[in-house]
């Protein structure tokens, strides 16, 4: 029971990962730089920062999902860490769930009105 938990959350945040990732590379030219430093800087930033910003991450979400709410017993000095500079607030799962849901269907149509309205070829290219 506990491997399918986890596989559910991974299932979860592959889609919202997926999708976030399939829009940016739909919008910008070098999707990857981007897509690392949102995913691996600025949300990261988000989690530590006071305040409710960590609502803006795909991580929040995703830990919630978790058996234990993605703490475990070997992380006590992160989770203490975590005492002093944010405390968190609460997500239900079901709600967890929605918002991964609900983020992914909008970044991949965000991602499919980007590539309806993207030239991919040049008028050279279409004359010759």
Known sequence: VTLLHYQGAAVMSLLAYGALCAYLGA???HPIVVGVLLIFGVQRLALLAPG?????TIQKYVSTLLPGGGRSDMAFVEGRLDEFIAPGIAVESATALLTLFVFAAACLVLAGLCVRRREYTTPVAVTE
């Open 27 to 29: 919008l910008l030219r």
């Open 52 to 56: 409710v910003t960590d609502f803006l």
